[in-house]
């Protein structure tokens, strides 16, 4: 049977998160070399809005929207076999995020 | 820490560089851009892999952006790897305190040696040209068994193929995984290769497929090395912003070269990035 009605969806979301994501690393960089200053303090998610220079928090940002946008794509995926009533594709395409997130929550841990 | 404008202009065209060949091949470049990060650099092994990360989730995205819309991408194939890389990622993190990453090191390095040589080698032309009248110039997919065809901008044709021997690659995956979870890398190296030589899924197939496959792998390091907050931006988004320049580059390349180049250049890659996991290990 042939399917790729999925591919259209995930192609956007893919492509859309490597535009924003790359324009908010673009417009970081610029603002970092400008100021003069190219510090590079070691950040976590929850200085996004608090700590570290603005230039290094807009590079976070980016940072963030190109990391996320590879599960985004599995996610849309999901939505795309679930359409499709491919019960088996999307349960595979929800234990590998199942597994992923185990493993992120495992490593924080 | 801070990173001179030099440094910046070496991490952009370290990034522009890995980038294409990531992209042109399926790899996400985090084998050769840790030991770059941190011999050439200086920086920790910690910030390298972190950024490495990173680099290697903008390869993906980038390139299985335009992968995908092409139909180069078969997901479903990719996900049902992505089980056993996920569930070896995990099972790497579990017994990384009982095997030294030397060891594993050299273990992946003659794994890779061994996969390098088959792909110079190989004859790994798979798929079955059904003609280009009245078709459209866009993949599918096909459910069981898993397959699909492309368009072969190449020799202007769609080009069908069926995945066979499964477990082939479920194990290959389940061991890049493995290394992944212990060194710090894609796994895309294995991939395609398994994909490639030991399911006869076709090279662009294999390499845009193992492209959409290590964004996902990659995204679960990133946030393990994020949390505890291994991240410098100012590394990363060089690094990040030559990668997405370079892997759009290498993209176009990828859908008019030859299966023989790619393989070749696959080969190559692999065995060079082979000696650089020998000499860590026994390092």
């Known amino acids: 049977m042939k399917s790729d009605s999925g591919h259209a969806l995930v192609a956007a979301v893919l492509r859309g998160g ?3 994501g790359g324009v908010l690393l673009a417009i970081g960089l610029a603002i970092g070399i400008v100021a003069g200053d190219t510090s590079t303090p070691a950040l976590r998610l ?6 570290g220079p603005l230039h290094a928090r807009l590079e976070l940002a980016g940072i963030l929207v190109c990391g996320a946008t590879p599960g985004m794509g599995v996610l849309a995926l999901i939505g795309a076999r679930l359409r499709e009533r491919d019960w088996a594709a999307a349960a595979t395409a929800t234990v590998v995020v199942g597994i992923l997130l185990v493993g992120m929550i495992i490593g924080h841990v | 820490m801070t990173v001179g404008l030099l440094a910046l202009v070496g991490l952009v065209l370290l990034g522009l560089v890995s980038g294409s060949l990531g992209a042109l091949v399926g790899i996400g470049g985090g084998v050769v851009i840790v030991p770059a990060l941190t011999i050439l650099f ?4 910690k910030t390298a892999i972190a950024a490495s990360l990173v680099a290697v989730a903008v390869t993906s995205i980038t390139a299985s952006g335009r992968y995908v819309r092409l139909g180069l991408v078969n997901t ?8 056993a890389t996920a569930l070896g990622g995990l099972a790497g993190g579990f017994i990384g305190t009982l095997v030294p990453a030397r060891v594993l090191s050299v273990v992946f390095g003659v794994l890779l040696v061994v996969t390098g040589i088959l792909s110079l080698r190989g004859h790994g032309e798979h798929g079955e040209h059904v003609g280009a009248a009245g078709v459209e110039r866009a993949g599918w997919e ?4 898993l397959g699909g065809a492309f368009w072969d901008e190449r020799t ?5 193929y069926t995945a066979k021997r499964l477990p082939i690659g479920e194990g290959v995956s389940f061991v890049a995984g493995l290394a992944s979870g212990l060194l710090g890398v894609g796994g895309g190296v294995l991939k395609v290769p398994a994909m490639n030589l030991g399911m006869d899924v076709p090279v662009k197939v294999a390499a845009a497929t193992s492209s959409f496959m290590i964004g996902v792998t990659a995204t679960a390091g990133l946030t393990v090395y994020l949390g505890r907050g291994f991240l410098h931006p100012g590394v990363a988004a060089p690094l990040a912003l030559g990668v997405l320049a370079g892997a759009l580059v290498g993209t176009r390349f990828a859908g008019a070269a030859s299966p023989r180049a790619l393989r070749t250049t696959l080969g190559v890659i692999l ?3 082979a000696v650089v996991m020998v000499i860590r290990g026994a390092g």
């Open chain 1, 18 to 20: 490597v535009a924003l």
């Open chain 1, 46 to 51: 929850t200085d996004l809005f608090a700590g």
């Open chain 2, 42 to 45: 200086g920086f920790d092994i």
């Open chain 2, 76 to 83: 479903r194939l990719a996900l049902t790897l992505e089980l």
């Open chain 2, 142 to 145: 096909t459910r069981r068994p």
């Open chain 2, 156 to 160: 202007a044709s769609m080009v069908s």
């Open chain 2, 271 to 273: 065995v060079l990035v």
